[in-house]
């Protein structure tokens, strides 16, 4: 049995494919990557078929992270059913996936699984957009989504 994750933003070129890459980089070194099926989607599909943003790509290759996406859109018919988790990387991913249709218990904000916030930081739990910012912001992405992962795998893997 696996668990199903899709890590779902609004193109699939620059948060998601980061989120698909650092969690696959990580269930590797713990050594449960046969536990989950993974992928990432977008809510538009501008960029479908399309490898992630090359700034993306860029602060992956820094962290000797693979980035295996090709983007495309989510699909209800299927998607709501075949993932068990619908990691939305904002708020308004996330009531875009609502008003699609997927189911509410199965529907999170990535950054609720950093065990390093606190209740504190419950109003703004995004991950920015970094597409019209400058590469530092794929930095900050990335250091959100390290920090995310590494939560959500304890809490996966909890016996
Ligand atoms: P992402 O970033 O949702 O993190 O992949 C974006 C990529 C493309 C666009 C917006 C956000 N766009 O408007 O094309």
Known sequence: MTTGLLFVCLGNICRSPLAEGVFLHQAAERGVLDCFDV????????HAGSPPDTRAAAVAKRHKVRLPSIARQVDPATDFDRFDLLLAMDTSNQDALLELGAPAERVCLMRSYDPTLTSADDNDLDVPDPYYGGPKGFDLVYEMLERACAGLLDELTET
């Not at 992928?39 to 501008?46: R, T």
């Open 39 to 46: 992928d990432s989607c977008g809510i538009g599909g501008w």
